[in-house]
């Protein structure tokens, strides 16, 4: 089992290598306009949770997973050829709120301040 500073690593470069694929090579229209916003390898590197959002919001949620699971197999392919492992992890695709709940949090904290 690779240790956790390794997996920490596989995961960076990951997220470095899918970002580029989605910028440059993926042309399905579900997926622009989307960023991944963290990867998460599980110790054995059997499968990645892929963590992505997208600028619209929740409202693209559906979309955005249907069409990353469409091209599950392209984008597997292309990183197996560009990360080095012995087996690529298969992917696994899950929304992340995180920006949504960050930018409200930030309203919220604007509001308050403009009542004082």
Not at 18 to 29: A, K
Request: overall charge positive; hydrophobic content about 45%.
């Amino acid at each position: 089992m690779p240790s956790g500073i390794r997996i920490k690593r596989i995961e960076d470069r990951i997220q470095q290598v899918l970002s580029e694929l989605l910028i440059r090579e993926v042309n399905d229209p579900r997926l622009k306009n989307i960023f991944v916003t963290g990867i998460k390898v599980d110790r054995e590197l059997a499968y990645a949770a892929v963590y992505v959002s997208a600028v619209e919001g929740a409202s693209r949620s559906a979309e955005v997973i249907a069409g990353l699971e469409s091209a599950a197999g392209f984008l597997r392919r292309e990183l197996s050829a560009r990360v080095e492992l012995r087996s690529f992890p298969k992917l696994r695709f899950h929304w992340d709120p995180t920006p949504e709940n960050a930018d409200h949090i930030e309203k919220l904290l604007a509001e308050l301040r403009a009542k004082k």
